[in-house]
C-alpha cells in the first residue's frame, strides 16, 4: 500500500494526535541516543479525564487484551500482562502494560523489535484488572457491551475545556541494548485533547503544502523526531 500511495502522491501518516505523536517523538529521540537498543520501555500518564469516545473505544478493546512488540513481532498478552514502578519527571507511579499504538508504530520509527507502553494506573486498579481479565471478553457480547456503552453515556461526561487547556499529559520512555545500557527521558506537554488539536492540524498544514514524504510513514518519520517540542509547553528532559 505504501508503494501504492507513493506513487499517487499521497502521505499516509497514521496517529496525528495525542496517540501516538508525543510518544512517538520520544521513542525516536531515545533511539538516536542508543542506536543498537533492543527493548524500548513507553509509559504515559494523561490527567483530565476520558471522553466518552475514548472511554467507548477501551471497552471494546478489552476483549481483545493486551499487545506487545516481542522480537519483532506484536502478540496477544493478557491485561495488565506487566507492571512497573515509572519514574515520572514529578514522581514515581506505579503503571500496567497496555495495547498502545506505539507497539505498532515505534517499530517503524525505530527498528526497535521489543516494544511494551504503560499508562499510570493505582495498584488497587492494577489489581482489580488483573483479577477480572478472564471475564473481560464477556464484554465483547452483545448484551454486556450494550450496558456498558449505555453506562458511559450517563455517566463519562469527558474534561472540561477549562481542564483541556490547563491539564497536562507526562511521559517517560527508556531503550536498553543487548549489554544492558540504557537511555531514559522524560517528556512533559499539554492535555491529551488540547495537544491533539494542535498536532492534527499541523500534521494537516505540512501535509498540504507537501513538506512531508509520499506513502507510509510515522509522526516522526514525517515531520522529525523533534516535532513534538515544536509545541507550547512541551520539553524533553534526559536522565543522568
Not at 516522526?220 to 536522565?239: C, H, K, V, Y
Request: net charge positive; with cysteine; glycine share 8%.
Amino acid at each position: 500500500m505504501s508503494d501504492r500511495a507513493k506513487q499517487a502522491g499521497v502521505a499516509l501518516i497514521p496517529a496525528v494526535g495525542f496517540d501516538v505523536v508525543p510518544s512517538d517523538c520520544l521513542a525516536a529521540m531515545l533511539a538516536q541516543r542508543l542506536p543498537a537498543a533492543q527493548r524500548l520501555e513507553l509509559a504515559f500518564i494523561a490527567l483530565g479525564g476520558m471522553s466518552p469516545g475514548t472511554t467507548k473505544t477501551m471497552i471494546e478493546a478489552l476483549p481483545s487484551g493486551g499487545r506487545a512488540r516481542i522480537n519483532g513481532v506484536i502478540r496477544r498478552v493478557p491485561t495488565a500482562w506487566k507492571t512497573m514502578e515509572v519514574p515520572f519527571r514529578h514522581g514515581k507511579l506505579m503503571a500496567m502494560s497496555i495495547p498502545w499504538g506505539d507497539v505498532a508504530s515505534a517499530y517503524y520509527s525505530t527498528g526497535i523489535p521489543n516494544i511494551e507502553v504503560y499508562t499510570s494506573a493505582p495498584p488497587t486498579q492494577i489489581a482489580r484488572m488483573r483479577r477480572i481479565r478472564f471475564a473481560l471478553p464477556l464484554l465483547g457480547s452483545w448484551p454486556l457491551k450494550t450496558l456498558a456503552m449505555e453506562w458511559v453515556d450517563r455517566n463519562v461526561k469527558g474534561p472540561s475545556d477549562e481542564v483541556r487547556t490547563t491539564a497536562r499529559s507526562s511521559l517517560w520512555g527508556r531503550v536498553t541494548n543487548a549489554s544492558g545500557k540504557s537511555v531514559s527521558a522524560t517528556l512533559e506537554t499539554l492535555s491529551g485533547y488540547h495537544l491533539t488539536t494542535l498536532t492534527a492540524v499541523a500534521a494537516l498544514q505540512l501535509s498540504i503544502a507537501r513538506q512531508v514524504p509520499c506513502g507510509f510513514a510515522t509522526a516522526s518519520q514525517a515531520f522529525g523526531r523533534e516535532f513534538i517540542l515544536n509545541f507550547p509547553d512541551t520539553d524533553i528532559e534526559w536522565a543522568a
